[in-house]
C-alpha cells in the first residue's frame, strides 16, 4: 500500500469534471481521479479550511460513525477495473470489529479529509494508473 496526501484539484475539460490530484507521501508517483462537480465541491472547501452554516453529507456521514463510536481508520484505493477506480473505507468499531465499506473514491477522499484518514493506494493501482 501507498500512503498519498491530496495535492490539488483542478478542472479537467474532457470530461467536464475534476482530477482530484493523489501524490505518494514517500515517492514520485502520483494518481489524477476524476470525480464529479460535487464531490470536487466538497474536497475543495475542506482544503480550503472553508466551514459550511450546515453540515454535508460527507459531514453528516463521519458523524453518524463517530456517534456510533466507530473510528474511520483509513481509506484505500483499491482496484481500478475498465478505467473505473473503486474504493474502500476502513471503519473500526470496539464492539463490532473492523467494517470494508465499498465507497466511490472521490467520497473516500472527502470523508478521509474530514476524519483526518489516511489515505492509501493498493500496488495494483499505482503499478496501473500512476504517473511519475
Same mark, same amino acid.
Given at each position: 500500500?501507498?500512503?498519498?496526501?491530496?495535492?490539488?484539484?483542478?478542472?479537467?475539460?474532457?470530461?467536464?469534471?475534476?482530477?482530484?490530484?493523489?501524490?505518494?507521501?514517500?515517492?514520485?508517483?502520483?494518481?489524477?481521479?476524476?470525480?464529479?462537480?460535487?464531490?470536487?465541491?466538497?474536497?475543495?472547501?475542506?482544503?480550503?479550511?472553508?466551514?459550511?452554516?450546515?453540515?454535508?453529507?460527507?459531514? @453528516?456521514? +463521519?458523524?453518524?460513525? !463517530?456517534?456510533?463510536?466507530?473510528?474511520?481508520?483509513?481509506?484505500?484505493?483499491?482496484? &481500478? #477495473? %475498465?478505467?473505473?477506480?473503486?474504493?474502500?473505507?476502513?471503519?473500526?468499531?470496539?464492539h463490532t470489529g473492523e467494517m470494508? @465499506?465499498? +465507497?466511490?473514491?472521490? !467520497?473516500?477522499?472527502?470523508?478521509?479529509?474530514?476524519?483526518?484518514?489516511?489515505?492509501? &493506494? #493498493? %500496488?495494483?493501482?499505482?503499478?496501473?494508473?500512476?504517473?511519475?
Open positions: 500500500m501507498n500512503l498519498v496526501e491530496v495535492k490539488r484539484i483542478s478542472y479537467y475539460p474532457p470530461s467536464k469534471g475534476y482530477a482530484v490530484l493523489l501524490v505518494e507521501k514517500d515517492g514520485g508517483r502520483s494518481l489524477p481521479i476524476i470525480v464529479g462537480s460535487a464531490e470536487a465541491q466538497a474536497i475543495a472547501l475542506y482544503l480550503e479550511g472553508v466551514n459550511m452554516p450546515r453540515p454535508m453529507t460527507h459531514d @453528516i456521514l +463521519a458523524s453518524v460513525v !463517530d456517534n456510533l463510536e466507530g473510528e474511520i481508520s483509513k481509506v484505500l484505493i483499491a482496484r &481500478i #477495473s %475498465d478505467g473505473t477506480f473503486y474504493a474502500e473505507i476502513e471503519v473500526y468499531n470496539p470494508v @465499506i465499498d +465507497a466511490r473514491p472521490s !467520497d473516500a477522499i472527502a470523508i478521509a479529509l474530514r476524519t483526518l484518514a489516511p489515505i492509501y &493506494i #493498493s %500496488d495494483e493501482v499505482m503499478e496501473v494508473a500512476a504517473i511519475d
